[in-house]
């Protein structure tokens, strides 16, 4: 029987991100900003100064992305390079006076969008599906060692190590 991806966990998952994505996009675009910009924002808000690979491994992207967004925000005069003192080929990034007037901004547009993609939604189950995403969240986040010796049947759930063996057996 084949694998019904639409009734499977992740790939309702896949689709509150995608929607996720688009209304805070929505909500960013009115304080003229794109996703991942608030972010790199609030970061340095909390602490301003940070190398461009000190923001891209905070932010868990790559620095080519982190270099992107800097340039743009800049462009913006959000953010500000500054070549450290301390060694010359390090630039920091610090928030403009602008910047940090911004980040009131997209408290208010988080806050929105937090009330928008919970209503209905009662508190001791906002805490239950906080608990079981961050579950989620770890568990993708295994190595990919550890992931590629995991085999799964059919209907994606894990082989029993006797299942593994058997099939072993058969070829």
Do not use: C
């Amino acid at each position: 029987m084949a694998f019904n991806h639409k009734k499977s966990v992740t790939f309702r998952l896949v689709q509150a991100a995608k929607a996720q994505r688009a209304r805070s996009g929505n909500h960013l675009a009115r304080i003229g900003l794109h996703p991942g910009q608030e972010l790199v924002l609030k970061v340095l808000f909390e602490t301003d100064g940070l190398t461009m690979s000190q923001l891209a491994t905070t932010l868990g992207v790559q620095p080519p992305t982190v270099t992107k967004m800097i340039t743009r925000l800049s462009a913006q005069g959000y953010v500000r390079r500054q070549v450290s003192d301390a060694d010359g080929r390090l630039a920091r990034v610090y928030l403009t006076d602008e910047g940090r007037g911004l980040v009131s901004n997209v408290d208010r547009a988080w806050k929105r969008l937090e009330r928008e993609a919970m209503a209905g939604i009662d508190e001791k189950d906002r805490k239950k599906l906080r608990k079981l995403l961050r579950a989620v969240e770890k568990n993708l986040s295994l190595t990919a060692t550890e992931d590629e010796t995991d085999e799964l049947d059919a209907d994606g759930e894990p082989l029993r190590e006797l299942e593994k063996t058997e099939d072993l057996q058969l070829v």
